[in-house]
């Protein structure tokens, strides 16, 4: 088995699996951008197995989004068996991811993502059939704690599986997607898993240690503190990517620079015309909420917004940026 994690520079640099976000034109900007590996939208095990088609469309990548991870979330294993199965012989990505964060209703119905975490027989169940059912290398994706099970319980349980990387969300789960988090917890961690471990939560939000006004350089300096606290191989960034795909260059360099309005607008433009290669006009469709992350803060970033939710066509942004 080839475990791309290894190989890897630290401090990782990763962008965190999002819903209807991270699709391939996104991962593709962030990687150009420097993000170290990515992860796809998750994707239903349930779907993979009995109606695969529009799942594996969705999970398609281009080479150089390479090391690329799929994540899965469900609950039932038989699916996982079967989906990993797929994902592996059709997708051929470089690691597979299992969701054990995610809080929101549809999934939870399904006791899965974050309701999977807290059966700590299930999650082992599961694991253990996704880890024996691919040749991949097999990450996962928690919460620092869901009710009353916490990331270490959760980790001492499967400690003699073949995990490779952790990507711990540092908030639990009634917090949802804000606040801040709990290094502690992610620190302690290490005694419990000697893979990679990747702490998420919050950077490029302006989440300081101490509350400060906000500052551009926040960012790196959130980050370089989350790496300190923790101990941690890397970082995911989630919502700090969102109209700040350069965010990966920024935590990377010594310094950071901020992008002109020009140099954003042609973002933007590569950014919409992959969108567009790749997807069409749901592309387009889908694209309106990056345009209005990528002009927050920009001067007359309202009135470009108001033009800017109603694009039908790459001509309509051009049109507007002109
Ligand atoms: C819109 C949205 C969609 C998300 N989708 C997923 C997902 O598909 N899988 C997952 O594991 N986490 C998902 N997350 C959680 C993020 O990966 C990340 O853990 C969370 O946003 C905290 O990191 P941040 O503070 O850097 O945003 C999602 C978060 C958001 C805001």
Request: glycine fraction near 8%; proline fraction near 4%.
């Amino acid at each position: 088995m080839k475990n791309f994690w290894l190989k890897l520079k630290k401090p990782i640099y990763a962008l965190a699996p999002m819903a209807g976000i991270t699709d391939s034109a996104f991962r593709q900007i962030c990687k150009d951008f420097g993000a170290d590996v990515v992860y796809s939208e998750m994707a239903s095990v349930t779907a993979l197995t009995y109606n695969p088609g529009k799942t594996l469309e969705m999970l398609k990548f281009s080479p150089k989004e390479r090391p690329y991870v799929v994540q899965v979330f469900g609950s039932n294993p038989e699916h996982f068996a079967k989906a990993v199965k797929l994902v592996e012989k059709k997708i051929k990505p470089d690691g597979i991811d299992i969701n054990f964060g995610c809080p929101v209703p549809k999934v939870s119905r399904q006791k899965a993502g974050a309701e999977l975490f807290k059966d700590l027989k299930l999650s082992r169940q599961v694991l253990k059939t996704v880890t024996l059912n691919t040749s991949l290398p097999v990450s996962i994706k928690t919460r620092a704690r869901v009710g009353s099970v916490d990331i270490l319980e959760f980790l001492k349980n499967v400690s003699d599986l073949d995990i490779k990387a952790i990507m711990i969300h540092g908030r639990s789960f009634s917090q949802g997607f804000s606040g801040s988090i709990d290094w502690q917890i992610i620190k302690k961690s290490r005694e419990y898993f000697s893979g990679i471990i990747l702490a998420n939560g919050g950077v490029g939000l302006n989440l300081t240690p101490n509350p400060s006004p906000r500052q551009e350089r926040g960012v790196k300096d959130y980050c370089d503190w989350l790496l300190n606290k923790t101990g941690a191989d890397g970082v995911g960034v989630g919502q700090g990517a969102l109209g700040r795909p350069w965010i990966f260059g920024e935590l990377k360099a010594k310094s950071e620079k901020g992008k002109t309005k020009e140099e954003i607008f042609n973002i933007i433009l590569k950014h919409t015309k992959l969108v567009c290669k790749l997807k069409g006009r749901q592309g387009i469709i889908e694209m309106r909420k990056h345009l209005c992350w990528y002009v927050q803060g920009l001067s007359g970033a309202r009135k470009l917004r108001e033009k800017l939710v109603k694009i039908e066509s790459l001509d309509d942004i051009n049109k507007i940026l002109k």
